[in-house]
Every structure is written in C-alpha cells, then in structure tokens.
C-alpha cells in the first residue's frame, strides 16, 4: 500500500474497533475500488456486513472474495463464515473442507468444518475434524471446548471430563469450565469433587445460578435435604426464571415437610435473536426432542455438557461459528490469521433426514423391530440410531421409529429434562401433566395435535411453551392450556409428570392414522372477519421463502402468470429488501408493519384462509397451512426433513400440501416451471368452478 493508502486502512480499522462500522465500510470500499483484489479490505468488509447484520451483504462481498482468490483458503473461510450465518450448514461446510484441502495445516478450517457437522448432527464427523485441529495445535482452547461438548452428546463422558479438567487448567479464569466438570462429576457420583469444582466456579463468578444449582444437587445425593434446599433457594433468587430451579426447590421443601410453596415463577419468551444469559453457558442440553428453532446466533462462552447433574430447561451452548470477530489491524496486514470465533445459541440438533414418510404407507405390514433397550444395546452412536429410526419411519413402521428416536437420545438416567419431574410413561393418569414444547416452530406444529389426544383421555395437561407462541399453539385444543409460566401449577405435587411434545407420537398414537386430522389448528376469527380486506383480487397466492433468494427467484415464473395476485407472507425485516431486488417485487402485495406483532404466525394463520394457494419452502409457514387444511405448494430440497417424505408429491401429515421436490441442494432453477404450472392449474380449476 502505499502512503497514503496506510493511513486510510489505519483510520477504518480505528473506525471499526470503534463501532463505527458503516464509516468504515466507506473507507474500505474507497481502498477497493482504488486498488481492487486487495484480501485483507475484502476481508474486513465481509467482517463489517457481518457485524452490522447484513448477512445478504456479506455473502455478496465474500463471494467476489473467493472468486477473486480462488486458492487463498481463508477467503473460503469467509464464504463459509457468511453461508453459516444464513444457516446453510451444508453449503458452508464445502467452503470449509474446500479451505482445509488448499491447506491441510489450516486450524481454522478444520475446527469451523466440525462446527459445521456438529450443528448436522454428525457428531462422529465432528469429532474427527477437532482432533485433527488439535493435532495442529493442542492449545486450541475453542476446539478442546466443542470437542468436549461433542464427547457429552455421544456419551463419552470420561473423555469429556478430562477435555473440561485440560480446560480449567488452560483458562483457569472461565467459570464455565469448572462448572461443566463439576456436573460430569456429579454424574459419575463423585459428589464432593463436583461441588469443589461448583465452588471454584463461584469464586470466579458469585452469581452463577447453576454453580449454586449443582451444589444443591451435591447436597441432596448426600443426603443434606436442608443445605440442598439453602443452595436450591439461591440459585432461585439468582435466576428467578428458571422453572426447573422452582421444581427442584419445591421438591426439597415437599420432602422436608415445609408448609410455605414458593411462588410460581414465569418461563421468558426468547427474543427472535436472543443469545443466552451473558452470564455463560447452561450445564445442560435439551436432547429428547430435535430442535431447531433457526435464525439464533449470538456470542457464547465456553461449551459446558449434557449431564443429569443439571436438570434445567435451558438449551445447551452452541458449537463455536465461523464469524470471526478479531479486531482490524492498524497495519499493513500480513497472512491473514486465525480467528477467535463467535458463539451460536442452541444447537441445531435436527440433522437432515434421508428418509422419508410415504403417505402410501399408512398402513404397513407389520414388519418385526428391536425394543428401544435392544436398539440401546447394540451400541449404535446416536446419528446411527437416529437414522434407523428415520429409516423405519420411512417405511411406515412407526412404533419401532419412533421408539428408536426415543433410543437415539441420552439413557434415561442420564437424559436431561428440562424439568426434574417423573416421566409420563403414557400409561398412567397423572394428576397433572406438564408437556414441554421443545423443537422448532414446525416440529411444534406438526406434533400439536396430539394435544387433543390428551383432551379426549381427560388428562389435566399444560403446554409450556415460549411466550410469543402461546397464542398460535393455544388455538389447538381449548381444553389444553398453554402457558409461558407454571402459574397455577402444585409442583409439590406426588402425581404431576413431564414430557416433550415429541414424545407423545411413542406414547399416545404411533401411526399418524390415529392422528388428528387437518384443520386443527383454528385461527381468531375476528383476525379472520378483520384481513378479509387483505385479498387481492385474482387468483390469490401467498409466497413465502425463509429468506432464501434462490427460491424466492423461483417465484418470479408465478408472478408471469395471468390473473395471479401475490402475497408475502414473510414478517422478516430482510424481506422487503430481498423482493426490491428481484424483477418483480413491485407485483407482491405487503403484510405492512406490526404483522404478527402479537404473537408467531397469529394473523397469518387468519390470512391464509382467504388466500387460494399458499407456495413456500419447506418452513413453518408449509406447516401453518397443512394445520389449517388450506391447500399449499411446498417446495423441498433432496435432503428433506422427514415429514415430507423422499419420493411421494404429498405428505402422509399434511393432506391439503402438494410437494415439489428439487433434485440439487440451494437450486430451485428446476421447481420453478412445476410450481407455475401447478399454480396455473388451480386457477384454472377455480375459474371453471365458478362459471
């Protein structure tokens, strides 16, 4: 560079370290076009865009970076660092593996691919690519802290506390690490060195509620029901949203004999970007049911594991990303060097399903399966009994599916729950019964119904959901509530009993035949009276495509068609960008602002009832329409979740939807002729009805 080009790039990166991204990315745009193809600039840039939330923007800048450095590695790092934050996990691990073959000694490549295999759910894969990053640099405290994590999830516990003690001992200042020990710890039964290590980690942080939670645990194994109860009391006063916190209390307090209950307490909604607390991470993971509530990101400390020494309804930390957050450089940068990585929230523990759910299939021959404690002793690593599980659900054997699902999660002596209670074994009437809504907004959905199974036994049941999806879920069946809170709960109770949504296929009804059928989820039919205006004339067809471009792209063949009206039904902020960008975004009618404001999918769930056809990926809006029985084009990729099958056009969950199934990943260039030609046919159908 030359002088005055030095000075430039010093006052950016002075503007970068201070927040002022936007000046920043002015000057830095000034350098490029003054001297095109320099890295480090175009490094900085995608690094800019990613810090101030323009991923699209990001991904545009590290695209033209790889192209224009096709064998500099980490300019695919920093392709796949964007396509990570647009949660495309597939794609960003090519760009990494693609990073790792240009150089074989790169650390940053190794570790960010099993972050990548790690949010797929390929725990094995994951392992493989940290111990090949730390064989390159056994210092590497982010790769020991996700490969520790890695270890909890495909319980191998021993190695996992051996990676925690090598982290104490790396980063004796992280309360973290103290605290994930001290929870393996207890979880061998080695009751005093986990509250030794409980206590070293609130030395470091005194406030560290799940510290003082795993000292109450300590107590109760020994037996000290009244020191447990004192530690179970703080760690309520410290984190008073902690519904799991309550329970155990109560139970202590239950078994002391103690005649004042404390108050109930309020379960939080997450906000749409929310990280955890910053006081670190949980000691606890959420593994019984697939989640993936998506679109959560947000910087996290060290990784802490899954054991039953933290009974808590947190998610676990996430896997390290690949947004590298270290500072500009104040000088002519050198080789560019590996980055210190952000954290996501909770991890994706839903991999993609290869296998798929025929709706020809709803009543198989009964074919023989293996008892979910068979399946355990086969020894089988989670993945692999996950997609046994997936693979027997694709053939309609349903009870050995879904009992493998069930193997393929932790021993149920260990498996966290994200409350301390008794397990409902779905045979018992409980007194009360409190089903967890774990997973993403779809899976939510999609098992919802099986909350009027428990309406129709007259189980006294309670939904304990995130606040902003209490109103959608709460228009499934009125005899069961849905709350954010365990309000009105007795926790003391001997007879109340817990389980996740997800279960209740295992317990209740495992053929989907048994199931209740479309529509079962209602919509607020004053919501319904008040967007009636909201149609469009024509052939109404609502489009929504979860902020992938290359679909909404495929959308454009429906908006050349004559008499159809389009309508977005996405709430995103990106949205309106992302139309103003393609040829027809002018054509697509708006939702406005404050839609859905007061609660997930609550008026589109009342607009889709005046729409013709609702045509979107594979998202909750599909799930939202195949709930309320409004017919619906789904477009699903070559790797589809499970409930949309492999092969068949429709959906053995989902009635009124009709797939249309893409043959490559991120390429909807050969759906886009079917949807328009499906679209064309039903209004036609409609027009010829009418006359």
């Known amino acids: 560079m030359a002088e005055d080009e030095r000075a430039a790039f010093a006052r ?91 150089d074989p000694g790169l650390v940053e490549a190794r570790y960010l691919a099993g972050n990548m295999h790690a949010n797929l759910g390929r725990h094995v894969e994951a392992l493989a690519c940290f111990d090949m990053a730390l064989a390159l640099d056994p210092r590497a405290v982010e790769v020991l802290a996700n490969l520790a994590q890695v270890r909890v999830r495909l319980g191998q516990s021993v190695e996992a506390l051996a990676d925690f003690t090598r982290l104490a001992e790396l980063q004796p200042w992280e309360p973290a690490h103290f605290l994930a ?107 019984r049911a697939p989640t993936d509530r998506g679109n959560l990101e947000a910087p996290q400390k060290a990784a802490a594991p899954a054991t039953a020494a933290a009974e808590t309804a947190e998610p676990s930390p996430a896997i390290a990303s690949s947004i590298p957050v270290t500072e500009p450089p104040a000088c002519d940068p050198g080789p560019p060097a590996v980055a210190t990585a952000e954290r996501d929230l909770p991890l994706d523990e839903r991999q993609p399903d290869t296998g798929s759910l025929p709706a020809e ?25 996950r997609q046994r599980a997936v693979d027997a659900l694709a053939a309609g054997r349903w009870q050995e599916g879904w009992d493998g699902l069930e193997a393929a999660a932790p021993d149920a002596e260990t498996a966290q729950k994200p409350l301390p209670l008794p397990h409902w074994d779905g045979v ?108 469009p004339d024509g052939f109404a067809v609502g489009i929504a495509w979860d902020g992938d471009r290359t679909l909404l792209a495929a959308f454009a063949a429906l908006a050349s068609l004559d008499g159809i009206a389009l309508v977005s039904l996405e709430t995103r902020p990106e949205a309106e960008a992302e139309l103003a960008a393609t040829g027809f975004g002018a054509q697509v009618a708006r939702l406005g602002p404050g839609w859905d404001g007061d609660g997930t999918l609550i008026d589109t769930a009342a ?44 959906s053995a969950f989902y009635p009124s939807l009709a797939l249309v ?10 759906v886009a002729p079917d949807l328009a030609t499906s679209v064309a046919a039903s209004a036609s159908a409609q027009r010829a009805a009418m006359r």
């Open 361 to 385: 299939a709803a009543s198989p021959e009964p074919q023989p399966g293996l008892s979910p404690g068979e399946v355990r002793g086969e020894s089988l690593t989670p993945q692999a009994l």
């Open 12 to 102: 950016a990166t002075a503007l970068h370290r201070e927040g002022r991204v936007d000046e920043a990315l002015e000057v830095y745009q000034g350098l490029l076009k003054a001297r095109p193809g320099v890295f480090e600039v175009e490094r900085l840039i995608v690094f800019a865009h990613l810090q101030a939330g323009r991923i699209k923007d990001a991904h545009a800048a590290a695209r033209r970076a790889k192209h224009g450095h096709p064998k500099n590695p980490h300019a695919h790092v920093l392709l796949g660092a964007t396509l990570q934050a647009e949660h495309k996990w597939e794609r960003a691990l090519k760009a990494f593996e693609a990073a790792a073959r240009l």
């Open 181 to 287: 020990k001290g929870a393996l710890l207890h979880e061998f039964g080695r009751s005093t060195e986990a509250a030794e290590a409980a206590f070293a980690a609130l030395q470091l942080k005194p406030d560290l509620a799940d510290a003082h939670f795993l000292i109450g645990q300590t107590f109760q194994a020994a037996g000290d029901l009244s020191a447990a109860r004192e530690a179970y009391r703080i760690a309520l006063a410290t984190a008073p949203d902690r519904p799991a916190f309550q329970v155990a209390l109560a139970s202590i307090e239950r078994d002391l004999g103690d005649g004042e209950m404390p108050a109930p307490v309020s379960v939080p909604a997450a906000a749409p970007d929310a990280g955890l607390p910053p006081a670190g991470p949980e000691p606890a993971e959420v593994s």
């Open 607 to 650: 607009l889709i009832q005046h729409l013709d056809l609702v045509v979107t990926g594979e998202g909750p809006v599909a799930h939202l329409a195949g709930a309320r029985g409004r017919p619906g084009l789904v477009a699903v990729g070559p790797v589809p979740h499970w409930c949309w099958g492999k092969d068949a056009g429709t």
């Open 428 to 535: 018992e009437k409980p007194s009360a019964l409190i089903v967890t809504a774990e997973g993403d907004l779809a899976d939510l959905i999609l098992f919802g119904r099986l909350l009027r199974l428990l309406g129709d036994r007259r189980i006294p049941a309670r939904l304990l959901a995130q606040a902003t999806d209490v109103p959608l879920l709460s228009r499934i069946d009125a005899r069961i509530p849905v709350a954010s809170d365990l309000a009105g709960v007795d926790v003391r109770d001997a007879g109340l009993r817990w389980t996740p949504l997800a279960s209740l296929p295992r317990l209740m009804s495992p053929d989907p035949g048994g199931w209740p059928q479309a529509p079962y989820l209602l919509a607020d039919p004053a919501r319904i009276a008040r967007w009636r205006d909201m149609r």
């Open 661 to 670: 199934r893409a043959e490559r990943a991120d390429d909807w260039s050969d």
